[in-house]
């Protein structure tokens, strides 16, 4: 058994202090994973049932091939649970996980967190110390990736060599996460139009993905960040569907019921959309919990 409380980690960055710890939760026996900045809650493994979804329903929507072939960018990498039901359902030949926070991505590799070396040992699986807005370029503010006090150029994390140690690296970006909230893959067929800068993959210059997942803000109108509103808006789903091949699916986590309008925004871009309720109960507040996943096909 576990003990009831302990500090897995801790970073003092250039925003502030970032904590990872881990709590037993006596009512249900489990394990809670939790990460905070200063005394904020940024991510926590409580209720993962929407995320899980995202990841799910995602992938599937793509009308392509049932077993492997597609390739998938992940924005907002946090405690892995998008990722792994998106590896699970047995359709994505590659994952790349773009993530903010550089600590978290550490977290993961060194198998602090619950799939962090499911994640990292998975040969699909690619870590990329990023902003995700920044990647996608022309944000009406801070467009570039150092604007975000952090991650001043987009890299590829490698893992370690063999019998080597952990580098202790530089100070991350802005957070991706949840404020207040305790909670074959195909060829690049194109580049994206000017002003994207070079896509969702440093590695690859202009490649388009077949998914593409978001789990950064609290909804379509509730951000982590001012400067994310911009990407809500039609120009901003644009620069997105660029990224995206032909029949591509967007999916996006909210916080929130399904919002009324943002589908119709949605449609103005892609070509399909529409709102999945996730419902799930919180025992501790005795009340069902509607959290909604938006998905798009190019």
């Known amino acids: 058994m576990s003990r009831l409380f302990e500090e897995l980690d801790y970073r003092v960055t250039t925003i502030g202090e970032l904590s990872l710890r881990r709590r037993r939760d006596l009512e249900t026996g489990r394990d809670i994973?939790?990460?905070?900045?200063?005394?904020?809650?940024?991510?926590?493994?409580?209720?993962?049932?929407?995320?899980?979804?995202?990841?799910?329903?995602?992938?599937?929507?793509?009308?392509?091939?049932?077993?492997?072939?597609?390739?998938?960018?992940?924005?907002?990498?946090?405690?892995?649970?998008?990722?792994?039901?998106?590896?699970?359902?047995?359709?994505?030949?590659?994952?790349?996980?773009?993530?903010?926070?550089?600590?978290?991505?550490?977290?993961?590799?060194?198998?602090?967190l619950p799939v962090g070396r499911e994640l990292a040992a998975d040969p699909r699986c690619r870590f990329v110390c990023a902003d995700f807005f920044a990647?996608?370029?022309?944000?009406?503010?801070?467009?570039?990736?150092?604007?975000?006090?952090?991650?001043?150029?987009?890299?590829?994390?490698?893992?370690?060599?063999?019998?080597t140690e952990e580098v202790q690296r530089p100070a991350p970006a802005r957070p991706e996460g949840r404020e207040g909230r305790p909670e074959g893959a195909a060829p690049p067929s194109g580049r994206p139009p000017p002003g994207t800068e070079e896509?969702?993959?440093?590695?690859?210059?202009?490649?388009?993905?077949?998914?593409?997942?978001?789990?950064?803000?609290?909804?379509?109108?509730?951000?982590?960040?001012?400067?994310?509103?911009?990407?809500?808006?039609?120009?901003?789903?644009?620069?997105?569907?660029?990224?995206?091949?032909?029949?591509?699916?967007?999916?996006?986590?909210?916080?929130?019921p399904p919002d009324q309008e943002f589908p119709a925004t949605l449609r103005s871009v892609f070509s399909t959309a529409r709102a999945e309720k996730v419902c799930f109960h919180n025992p501790r507040q005795d009340r069902t919990v509607v959290q909604t996943v938006y998905l798009a096909r190019r």
């Not at 990647?135 to 893992?159: F, K, Y």
């Not at 644009?238 to 929130?256: H, Y």
């Open 135 to 163: 990647l996608l370029g022309g944000l009406s503010v801070g467009t570039a990736a150092g604007a975000r006090e952090g991650c001043a150029v987009p890299r590829v994390l490698q893992p370690p060599a063999a019998g």
């Open 33 to 112: 994973y939790e990460i905070k900045l200063g005394d904020e809650y940024l991510m926590s493994s409580r209720f993962t049932v929407s995320e899980e979804a995202l990841g799910r329903l995602g992938v599937c929507e793509h009308p392509g091939p049932d077993r492997g072939g597609l390739s998938v960018a992940v924005g907002g990498l946090g405690l892995g649970y998008t990722a792994r039901a998106a590896l699970a359902t047995g359709r994505v030949a590659e994952m790349v996980l773009i993530e903010a926070l550089e600590p978290v991505i550490d977290w993961h590799r060194q198998g602090l």
């Open 199 to 256: 896509g969702l993959d440093p590695e690859q210059p202009g490649r388009r993905f077949d998914v593409v997942l978001l789990d950064i803000d609290h909804a379509p109108d509730r951000h982590l960040d001012p400067r994310n509103a911009s990407f809500y808006g039609p120009e901003g789903l644009r620069r997105l569907a660029a990224n995206l091949a032909p029949g591509g699916v967007f999916g996006l986590w909210s916080d929130d």
